[in-house]
């Protein structure tokens, strides 16, 4: 179904996620906790991301992916000293703490805890995040690269990264200390974002999410995360395909953002005259018009390509969230 068309909160907090800063409480996205001495060389066998050149202190986004590379979850995940905190979708919690578990063998030292439920985490997103992260005791945090992090007196972890391509950060605290934190940031000026804005600015920038541009139909490199992508880390679940798609420049499809002149729906065919070339993804109606990611056959052109979308015609645009350039 297509998201209705946010109202006018909606568009106030978005265009203070935009051009000052607010707030998203994503306490509803999973959080596992990967324990135990083989915790890096796991997840480094287990996803796209170099996890073993990872300190305490530092993160980074990585992606979940079948053994044909096909996409499950883009995860955050913070190395601590004593384990790697992953904030994976609400849609994929359950799924990849099953999943992750499978591979776990005997002898491995890894453990698995689901900490969601004793958790609360938010995204502060603008360019207003820094002074709200400075209130809060976390400045030492501002500047540094993504998915660093720190952790402040009262046990929260304070992450660089908004979620998003907008800059800001991501707050994982204790669950007991959700609603005096959230009105720190509150009374800091950050405006709430509801989830139907933020699922209309991850549209717009182009993060890709579950069941929609995440599915067994995309690998990471059509999706266009290359920044979760090591090529030099070895052997890991779904590494021969990726590897193989990169060195011959195999990537056939690419996703994007698409204006559109009409209102639409998920699942709609992308055409150019009476070829097919792609389907729609995702959709949102905004206060400039309607605005949708869909995946496009690279040959058939990139951004200022002229499409039909449904009953919609649509230009293509480059999001902010991914890329389409090999490395």
């Given at each position: ?177 959700k609603q005096q934190v959230w009105q720190q940031i509150i009374d800091s000026g950050a405006v709430e974002l509801s989830d139907r804005a933020w699922d209309t600015l991850r549209i717009l920038q182009g993060r890709p999410a579950p069941d929609s541009e ?25 590494q021969e395909t990726i590897a193989r798609l990169n060195t011959y420049k195999g990537v056939k499809q690419h996703l994007w953002g698409i204006r559109l002149n009409a209102p639409t729906e998920i699942g709609d065919t992308i055409t150019i005259g009476d ?53």
């Amino acid at each position: 179904m297509p998201t209705s068309a946010i109202d006018g909160k909606d568009t106030a907090a978005i265009q203070a996620a935009t051009a000052e800063v607010a707030v998203y409480d994503r306490s509803n996205w999973g959080l596992i906790r990967v324990s135990d001495d083989d915790r890096l060389r796991f997840l480094h066998n287990q996803s796209t991301n170099d996890f073993q050149s990872l300190k305490p202190g530092q993160g980074c986004d990585t992606v979940m992916v079948t053994s044909t590379a096909r996409t499950i979850d883009l995860v955050s995940s913070y190395v601590l000293d004593d384990a790697v905190i992953l904030l994976v979708s609400p849609s994929r919690r359950e799924f990849l703490l099953q999943w992750l578990d499978r591979y776990i063998f005997f002898a491995d030292k890894v453990q698995l805890t689901d900490i969601t439920e004793e958790t609360a985490t938010f995204s502060i997103i603008g360019p207003g995040s820094d002074a709200v992260v400075a209130k809060l005791g976390a400045g030492g945090i501002i500047g540094q690269p993504q998915g660093n992090h720190i952790t402040i007196d009262d046990g929260a972890i304070v992450a660089v990264g908004s979620g998003l391509a907008s800059p800001g950060y991501t707050l994982i605290l204790p669950v007991s200390q959700k609603q005096q934190v959230w009105q720190q940031i509150i009374d800091s000026g950050a405006v709430e974002l509801s989830d139907r804005a933020w699922d209309t600015l991850r549209i717009l920038q182009g993060r890709p999410a579950p069941d929609s541009e995440l599915t067994d139909d995309y690998n990471p490199l059509e999706v266009g995360l290359w920044q979760t992508i090591s090529f030099n880390k070895g052997c890991y679940i779904g590494q021969e395909t990726i590897a193989r798609l990169n060195t011959y420049k195999g990537v056939k499809q690419h996703l994007w953002g698409i204006r559109l002149n009409a209102p639409t729906e998920i699942g709609d065919t992308i055409t150019i005259g009476d070829e097919k070339v792609g389907k729609l993804t995702s959709y949102t109606e905004t206060p400039d018009g309607y605005f949708g990611l869909g995946y496009i056959r690279s040959k058939a052109g990139g951004a200022g390509l002229k499409v039909q979308v449904g009953n919609s015609e649509g230009e293509v645009i480059a999001i902010p969230f991914v890329s389409h350039e090999y490395p």
